[in-house]
């Protein structure tokens, strides 16, 4: 069993910045895909940003202004998010894949005032 621990959302004014981390119980080395996804009120889930096999992939609507990265020391994921718009607000979640076993966050809410 994974468990995922969130941290790093907050409020912020648009322009600003923020780091999401997602602490991972257990090594993140093994892991198939570690990523961050984002749902806003009345939308559906979707990917912002995923690492795969050393390689990384962004929504075209943050390409530019958000960066994924790990620390295989630390067993954690981060997201770095610069340029923050109003559009970025949601609730922000981290998802890993272990195997067949995928596994979620709890969430954190991230909210961009104009």
């Known amino acids: 069993q994974v468990q995922l621990v969130e941290s790093g959302g907050g409020l912020v004014q648009a322009g600003g910045s923020l780091r999401l981390s997602c602490a991972v119980s257990g090594s993140i080395i093994s892991l198939n895909f570690m990523g961050w996804y984002r749902q806003a009120p009345g939308k559906q889930r979707e990917l912002v940003a995923g690492?795969?096999?050393?390689?990384?992939n962004y929504a075209d609507s943050v390409k530019g202004r958000f960066t994924v990265s790990r620390d295989n020391a630390k067993n954690t994921v981060y997201l770095q998010m610069n340029s923050l718009k109003p559009e970025d607000t949601a609730v922000y979640f981290c998802?890993?894949?272990?195997?067949?076993?995928?596994?979620w966050g709890q969430g954190t809410q991230v909210t961009v005032s104009s």
């Open positions: 998802k890993v894949i272990r195997g067949r076993a995928v596994y």
């Open positions: 690492i795969t096999s050393g390689s990384t």
